[in-house]
């Protein structure tokens, strides 16, 4: 697959009822602001919606330029419709969400919802634009609204064809992947299986060279257990499963080490590596939320195309009240745009 030379990155509005619109105007806004063409934003979602939000909620000065999805073919159609002193929406749906309550699940329009992603990784797949940033949706509303996946990650494995990939977060702070991602934690022990971290070593090894530029990456391994397991005392994986992994990876001189006890590990020695391997999903938010909330990103890494999103979720308690923070999103943006740039470097080697 060609990868995108032109600056444009593609947003999904999110939920309705969220503050996805809000933080997608804000970021358009921003690059907008700054009157250059580094990067490009572009929305996919309902311009009449979004007209509502930029002129009742955001208030700001930029006007809406509709762009019909059937009217791009190319990356120069879009680069073509792009004004640089609007903000542009890829017009998916002439719902015009009248009946959307801020702050709370709005399942009638899931299925627009999931169509704004569909329509966006499309554009990405056909190399129209540069990568995706998706703002948030709630689970449960795409639940009960019937949409194919309830969560952006399976949705765009299932879109792209792609059965190797995983959920990074990244910042200046901390880079660290998930093994197992959002499962009850009863069910974390048994998930977590020799190929299941071959798989997650491998993806993260591959994806700090092309994404990241980081050549030999130094990559730690956690245990599951509480101390790392202390020796088989309070629980076998690290002994079973863990080690032997991460000892057949240095025996392929991969720069890898672990598994460490994830308290100790965060207090002292997360800054000694490129990379932190979680087992769970609370043992990576927790501490990548303390230090990056709002200067990091989600990346969906193993995929063909680029995809980002802000680490933050719908925030339905202050949705439409224009107080939300766009800085993660804006973040999101910038990395997404820095991946795809990493990507066309590794291609051109």
């Given at each position: 697959?060609?990868?995108?030379?032109?600056?444009?990155?593609?947003?999904?509005?999110?939920?309705?009822?969220?503050?996805?619109?809000?933080?997608?105007?804000?970021?358009?806004?921003?690059?907008?602001?700054?009157?250059n063409?580094?990067?490009?934003?572009?929305?996919?979602?309902?311009?009449?919606?979004?007209?509502?939000?930029?002129?009742?909620?955001?208030?700001?000065?930029?006007?809406?330029?509709?762009?019909?999805?059937?009217?791009?073919?190319?990356?120069?159609?879009?680069?073509?419709?792009?004004?640089?002193?609007?903000?542009?929406?890829?017009?998916?749906?002439?719902?015009?969400?009248?009946?959307?309550?801020?702050?709370?699940e709005?399942?009638?329009?899931?299925?627009?919802t999931?169509?704004?992603?569909?329509?966006?990784?499309?554009?990405?797949?056909?190399?129209?634009?540069?990568?995706?940033?998706?703002?948030?949706?709630?689970?449960?509303?795409?639940?009960?609204?019937?949409?194919?996946?309830?969560?952006?990650?399976?949705?765009?494995a299932?879109?792209?064809?792609?059965?190797?990939?995983?959920?990074?977060?990244?910042?200046?702070?901390?880079?660290?992947?998930?093994?197992?991602?959002?499962?009850?934690?009863?069910?974390?022990?048994?998930?977590?299986?020799?190929?299941?971290?071959?798989?997650?070593?491998?993806?993260?090894?591959?994806?700090?060279?092309?994404?990241?530029?980081?050549?030999?990456?130094?990559i730690?391994?956690?245990?599951?257990?509480p101390?790392?397991?202390?020796?088989?005392?309070?629980?076998?994986?690290?002994?079973?499963?863990?080690?032997?992994?991460?000892?057949?990876?240095?025996?392929?001189?991969?720069?890898?080490?672990?598994?460490?006890?994830?308290?100790?590990?965060?207090?002292?020695?997360?800054?000694?590596?490129?990379?932190?391997?979680?087992m769970?999903?609370?043992?990576?938010?927790?501490?990548?939320?303390?230090?990056?909330?709002?200067?990091?990103?989600?990346?969906?890494?193993?995929?063909?195309?680029?995809?980002?999103?802000?680490?933050?979720?719908?925030?339905?308690?202050?949705?439409?009240?224009?107080?939300?923070?766009?800085?993660?999103?804006?973040?999101?943006?910038?990395?997404?745009?820095?991946i795809?740039?990493?990507?066309?470097?590794?291609?051109?080697?």
């Amino acid at each position: 697959m060609p990868l995108k030379k032109n600056n444009i990155i593609g947003i999904t509005m999110g939920d309705p009822g969220g503050i996805g619109p809000e933080i997608s105007i804000l970021s358009c806004k921003y690059f907008l602001e700054k009157n250059n063409r580094i990067i490009m934003p572009v929305i996919f979602g309902s311009a009449a919606y979004i007209d509502f939000v930029n002129s009742y909620v955001v208030k700001s000065k930029f006007k809406i330029n509709s762009i019909s999805p059937d009217d791009i073919n190319s990356e120069e159609d879009c680069l073509k419709y792009y004004r640089n002193d609007c903000i542009n929406v890829i017009n998916c749906s002439d719902e015009s969400y009248k009946s959307v309550s801020f702050g709370v699940e709005n399942y009638n329009y899931a299925k627009d919802t999931e169509k704004f992603i569909l329509k966006a990784v499309e554009f990405a797949k056909s190399d129209k634009i540069k990568g995706i940033a998706t703002a948030p949706i709630n689970k449960n509303m795409m639940f009960k609204g019937g949409t194919m996946f309830h969560a952006h990650t399976e949705l765009l494995a299932h879109l792209t064809s792609e059965e190797n990939y995983a959920m990074l977060f990244y910042s200046k702070e901390l880079i660290t992947i998930l093994a197992t991602i959002h499962i009850p934690l009863k069910f974390v022990s048994q998930e977590i299986t020799e190929n299941l971290l071959e798989k997650i070593i491998n993806i993260s090894y591959k994806s700090l060279r092309i994404d990241f530029g980081i050549n030999n990456p130094h990559i730690a391994v956690l245990g599951l257990n509480p101390h790392a397991g202390e020796n088989g005392e309070i629980g076998k994986e690290e002994i079973d499963v863990i080690s032997p992994v991460i000892a057949e990876f240095k025996r392929n001189n991969f720069n890898i080490e672990g598994p460490f006890p994830s308290d100790s590990f965060y207090a002292k020695r997360y800054k000694d590596f490129d990379i932190v391997i979680s087992m769970y999903h609370d043992q990576a938010l927790i501490p990548f939320k303390l230090l990056s909330f709002n200067y990091g990103a989600n990346v969906t890494v193993g995929l063909p195309i680029v995809r980002t999103s802000p680490v933050h979720g719908t925030a339905y308690d202050i949705a439409g009240k224009n107080i939300a923070d766009a800085r993660s999103i804006i973040y999101s943006i910038l990395l997404a745009s820095k991946i795809a740039d990493n990507r066309l470097k590794w291609k051109e080697k």
